[in-house]
Nanobody, 110 residues
Framework: QLQASGGGSVQAGEALRLTCTVS?????????ISWYRQAPGKQRELVAR???????DYADSVKGRFTIRRDTPMNAVYLQMNRLKFEDTAVYYC?????WGQGTQVTVSS
């Protein structure tokens, strides 16, 4: 099971850290774990992915601002989001193949 938390309402330019807490699986056995987001009226899109083979990769829109990191002792995955923009407003989900977590809302006001 994946459970996302840490969302909230912030001003543009501020930061948030999302946490994906994993239960029933060990993250060090997951080949990949990702963060997706879905804004109102838009398709769900990949934001960041952590692969044990290839490292991390990011959507162009968040490169240099967001960082995905695995925390093996805590069995969690974080998404550090810095310099947030209005267009980052969305529901954020964590995902590993065939398993979605529930979302957490991020609202950025300009």
């Amino acid at each position: 099971q994946l459970q996302a938390s840490g969302g909230g309402s912030v001003q543009a330019g501020e930061a948030l850290r999302l946490t994906c807490t994993v239960s029933g699986l060990r993250i060090n056995t997951m080949a990949s774990i990702s963060w997706y987001r879905q804004a109102p009226g838009k398709q769900r899109e990949l934001v960041a992915r952590s692969s044990i083979f290839d490292g991390a990769d990011y959507a162009d829109s968040v490169k240099g601002r967001f960082t995905i990191r695995r925390d093996t002792p805590m069995n969690a995955v974080y998404l550090q989001m810095n310099r947030l923009k209005f267009e980052d407003t969305a529901v954020y989900y964590c995902y590993t193949p065939e398993l979605w977590g529930q979302g957490t809302q991020v609202t950025v006001s300009s």
